[in-house]
């Protein structure tokens, strides 16, 4: 009978337990459809509700249209280059984002480089990355240090003459984003001040010639794929477009006021620390349990 309302006990404590976690994991799981409203990342086509400053967000993919070669920017150490400079001999894996970005941009270059780890291909020999800030403000100096980030990230100190990391003015910016078919709008961050962006993530592949030839979207690129859109952007074929299925950098909304992503973290630690507190009272009663029980049978054993 003791060992049938142990068990009864302990199954219903079990129980109890794993209900938290599921309530910890579904919690999660709408926190994450949440984090996509008002957090880090959204669908674009998804949301039957787009905040109003995401209309004006998005890839229109413009492939087998001609960059303009003739932009003027600054490379990471200030010196002035013209965007052609980086033409003419191999295919250029081309991003637009800005390196101060906290949300987005650093996943979509993480994962670019990521990928390009396991590419067999070289920049600086076989392409060329250019990354261009869409951000006027921002400096070589950020520029520089986002490069000397992202090469130790890379593990390829030879190949630092292939990635580029660029500034300029609006115009060329502009310029440059309408080529390519990039939306972005500067927004509030939480301090009220128009200091971020809104814009989807993407890179793109482009000919030695400059024309634009196949799109990537997202934050994680497939190395089997960039792989093969190299060589062929390297022979100037042009790819079909891809399902524009969009990721976007866009966290506050100053109309809203809200940010469920932290009320979702807070709520979620809560849910971890009660599963944590009940798993360490069952194994501390387990423990009791077991030694009542040695004792008892000593104690039947020796009478």
């Not at 995401?54 to 070669?69: C, H, S, T």
């Amino acid at each position: 009978m003791q060992r049938a309302e142990t068990g009864r006990r302990w199954a219903k404590a079990a129980g109890l337990v794993l209900a938290c976690a599921m309530v910890c994991l579904g919690f999660g799981w709408s926190a994450k459809a949440q984090e996509s409203w008002y957090g880090q990342k959204q669908m674009g086509d998804s949301a039957e509700q787009q905040p109003p400053v995401l209309k004006k967000v998005g890839i229109a993919q413009r492939l087998n249209a001609q960059l303009p070669l003739n932009l003027e920017f600054r490379d990471e150490t200030g010196k002035p280059v013209r965007l052609g400079d980086y033409f003419g001999k191999r295919p250029v894996i081309l991003s637009l984002v800005y390196y101060q970005c906290k949300i987005l941009c650093p996943e979509e270059i993480d994962g670019l480089v990521g990928a390009l780890e396991m590419v067999k291909f070289n920049p600086g020999r076989d392409f060329d990355v250019v990354l261009v800030s869409i951000d006027p403000t921002e400096t070589p100096e950020i520029a520089a240090r986002e490069k000397a980030f992202y090469l130790r990230r890379y593990g390829r100190p030879q190949a630092a003459n292939g990635w580029h990391f660029l500034t300029g003015e609006q115009p060329a910016i502009n310029t440059l984003a309408s080529a390519v078919g990039f939306g972005f709008v500067r927004v509030q961050g939480p301090d009220g001040k128009l200091t971020q962006f809104a814009h989807a993530s993407a890179i793109e592949l482009v000919t030695p010639e400059g024309r634009l030839a196949q799109y990537y979207l997202g934050v994680e690129f497939s190395p089997k794929d960039l792989q093969l859109g190299l060589v062929e952007a390297s022979h100037g074929t042009i790819g079909s477009p891809v399902d524009n299925i969009l990721t976007y950098c866009y966290r506050y909304d100053p109309q809203l006021n809200r940010h469920s992503l932290l009320i979702a973290r807070i709520v979620q630690a809560g849910c971890l620390l009660t599963v944590l507190i009940l798993g360490t009272y069952m194994v501390v009663n387990f423990r009791r349990d077991i030694r009542e029980a040695r004792e008892q049978k000593a104690r039947l054993v020796n009478g």
